[in-house]
Each structure stands twice: as C-alpha cells, then as structure tokens.
C-alpha cells in the first residue's frame, strides 16, 4: 500500500506563494496519475491539478495560469506550486495518487490559509 506524506501548507498573505509537497513510500515512476484536490469549508472536494503517467496536466479554471503541479522522480515527490493566491485559496488541501498496483492512496491533507 503506498503511503503519501504531504508537507507546505500554512499561512500567507494574498498574492504570495506556496510549494506543495506530496511524498510516496515508493516509486512513482509508474504510477498511473497523480493529483491534488482541495476542499473548503462547508464546500464539496474538487480536483485542482492533475498529472498523468505520460506527463499531461491539468488544471480547474479556477487555478489554471497560477497553479503548477511537477513530480519528481528521484525524490518519489509530487508538488503543487501555488502562485498570486487568493482568499478563495482556502482550503484543506489533498494528494492523491493511482498508483501502477495498489489501492488507491490519499494523504492526510495540509492546510492553507490564504488572508487578505
């Protein structure tokens, strides 16, 4: 079962910065897709950014030109780097991984604090 530790999240002010990082027990370098969700308050989980096994990304409009998910091979890490935030931010924020075998995999999520 592979295990995901995440680490990055805290507080910072609007139109700061912040680099996600999502750590796998084991290689991801086969791992069918990766990806981070968030989720607000009182607010359903949704999909922020994705990377497939072949290196596609994707974005929800929302974050798309100031979010950048990238992995890592040689630190088994995925990252999520987060550019000009705003309030709207806000969010407890989930790694997810399909891994090549295994079950699916989240981490334990990391909170992020966007103020005005």
């Known amino acids: 079962q592979v295990q995901l530790v995440e680490s990055g999240g805290g507080l910072v002010q609007a139109g700061g910065s912040l680099r996600l990082s999502c750590a796998a027990s084991r290689s991801i370098f086969n791992f069918n897709d990766m990806a981070w969700y968030r989720q607000a308050p009182e607010k359903q989980r949704e999909l922020v950014a994705i990377i497939t096994g072949g290196g596609t990304t994707n974005y929800a409009e929302a974050v798309k030109g100031r979010f950048t998910i990238s992995r890592d091979f040689a630190e088994n890490t995925v990252y999520l780097q987060m550019n000009s935030l705003k309030p709207e931010d806000t969010a407890v924020y989930y790694c997810?991984?399909?891994?090549?075998?295994?079950?699916?995999?989240w981490g334990q999520g990391t909170q992020v604090t966007v103020s005005s």
């Open positions: 997810k991984a399909r891994p090549d075998y295994g079950p699916i995999a």
